[in-house]
């Protein structure tokens, strides 16, 4: 039965009447000591791109500091990056807080769905403007992993990780926290998608504790998506009364842990002072 309540309030927090696709950036590759391209699209179905994401993705070095990639093209249903990692240490790719259009949405037995256009609803039905917001994340290592940018909040919407993203064992399982406003989000499930899977496919999903945490179950190595989905009151000044929010970090599984080849980089300066 509680599986049944959640399943059913990922439903709502899913629907979503602007959009008919998850958004997701997958790397050729998660460890590189050189170019690593990455995929940047909305699908229906991992990892098959059916609409480009907006071309200005975020890519922040070890370092915390903002840096170009060499090449990003809106090429097709994709947005392709081309970046290198010269930095020892771990990368983070984001698309930041992508606003979507704004609809209507109409309360109809206790679920809301799209107001149909031209539609005259009964006295004192429920309405809502709703907007979606969208964030996708990755993380790309080279030589070494470090938790700078792994530990950054962007949106009010966040998938923390707790293990590295870049050393996910499948037979360990991957340990995250859901974060809203900062805050802990308890209850709240995260969708878990393998490549081949549809995006309204919502029967995997694990739900956070009290403390907003989970382990996802993993049934081998690969790459997978987890999405987290949530609804609120958009803050002061947004366009819509309600916002759906969906974010995704798209990560590599392992059968074992990837041998870190190069110091820490707080190592390599203390070698170069002694």
Do not use: C
């Amino acid at each position: 039965m509680k599986r049944f309540l959640m399943a059913a309030a990922l439903l709502m927090a899913a629907a979503t009447p602007a959009t008919a696709y998850t958004a997701y950036l997958k790397p050729n590759q998660f460890w590189s000591n050189g170019e690593v391209q990455v995929q940047a699209s909305y699908a229906n179905q991992f990892f098959t791109p059916a609409v480009a994401l907006p071309a200005n993705v975020r890519l922040i070095d070890p370092a915390g500091n903002d840096v170009l990639p060499d090449r990003v093209a809106v090429e097709g249903a994709a947005t392709n990056l081309t970046t290198s990692l010269g930095r020892v240490g771990t990368y983070r790719l984001s698309t930041g807080e992508i606003l979507g259009p704004v609809s209507t949405v109409v309360g109809v037995d206790g679920a809301w769905r799209p107001q149909v256009a031209g539609e005259v609803l009964p006295e004192g039905t429920p309405t809502a403007t709703l907007q979606t917001v969208t964030v996708s994340d990755l993380y790309l290592s080279n030589g070494h992993t470090t938790r700078g940018v792994v530990d950054q909040t962007i949106g009010r919407l966040a998938i923390k990780p707790i293990t590295h993203p870049n050393q996910v064992v499948a037979a360990n399982g991957f340990q995250v926290e859901v974060l809203f406003d900062g805050a802990p989000l308890a209850n709240s499930a995260i969708v878990i998608y393998a490549a081949g899977d549809m995006d309204n496919d919502l029967d995997t999903f694990v739900p956070t504790d009290a403390a907003g945490r989970a382990t996802i179950p993993l049934p081998g190595p690969g790459t997978y998506v987890i999405a987290a989905r949530h609804r609120a009151d958009a803050p002061a000044g947004a366009a819509a009364a309600v916002q759906s929010y969906t974010t995704t970090l798209t990560f590599d599984a392992m059968a074992a842990p990837h041998v870190e080849t190069a110091p820490p980089p707080e190592d390599r300066r203390r070698r170069r002072r002694n």
